[in-house]
T-cell receptor, first 117, second 113 residues
């Protein structure tokens, strides 16, 4: 069974609108963390935002925010005021456990976002 | 500030040939990783190294070997390349704190014919 599920292979959004990319996860650990990465067409992987399982507030980083619903095991990425440069693949990833050397990040299959002008 | 450096960027091999992908990081990270990325499959872990001198298998280790040469360098070797190993390979490293993200190299696009 997949530990990270991204159910939207592709998403389209109009420039300046907000978009939500879905991510659900499966873990029995109490301590875990969720990460989102962006991969533009140039291929590099860019870290966007992190949410720890014990963080009480939803994480925000500029136009990126994480809608973290622990009971539903979901960690959706919200991009506000979409820009053409947001067109990319987006990956959700999870680390389980307390970190350190045993931290093995697991990735979802990704969502392709296209921003229309 | 170089971060994570991978070489080569592109490589074409014939079936049965061998090669080594090189990776080095200058951030003093203990943990390093090798992933492969295939269309529709996300990133899958091949091998990782939690510290200098240790390596462990990930999800898809068959056909690969790794060496953690020192704290900076973590290489991935294909002993006898197969077309199924055609992929984009990423090396990554991270700091030891739980909220530390992965820092990725720019990737190696490998084609095996």
């Amino acid at each position: 069974a997949q530990k990270i599920t991204q159910t939207q292979p592709g998403m389209f959004v109009q420039e300046k609108e907000a978009v939500t990319l879905d991510c659900t996860y499966d873990t029995s650990d109490q301590s875990y963390g969720l990460f989102w990465y962006k991969q533009p067409s140039s291929g590099e992987m860019i870290f966007l935002i992190y949410q720890g399982s014990y963080d009480e507030q939803n994480a925000t980083e500029g136009r990126y925010s994480l809608n973290f619903q622990k009971a539903r095991k979901s960690a959706n990425l919200v991009i506000s005021a979409s820009q053409l440069g947001d067109s990319a693949m987006y990956f959700c990833a999870m680390r389980e456990g307390r970190g350190g050397g045993s931290y093995i990040p697991t990735f979802g299959r990704g969502t392709s976002l296209i921003v229309h002008p | 500030n170089a971060g994570v450096t991978q070489t080569p960027k592109f490589q074409v091999l014939k079936t049965g040939q061998s090669m080594t992908l090189q990776c080095a990081q200058d951030m003093n990270h203990n943990s390093m990783y090798w992933y492969r990325q295939d269309p529709g499959m996300g990133l899958r872990l091949i091998y990782y190294s939690a510290s200098e001198g240790t390596t462990d298998k990930g999800e898809v280790p068959n056909g690969y070997n790794v060496s953690r040469l020192n704290k900076r360098e973590f290489s991935l070797r294909l002993e006898s390349a197969a077309p199924s190993q055609t992929s984009v390979y990423f090396c990554a490293s991270r700091a030891d704190t739980p909220n530390s993200p992965l820092h990725f190299g720019n990737g190696t696009r490998l084609t095996v014919t």
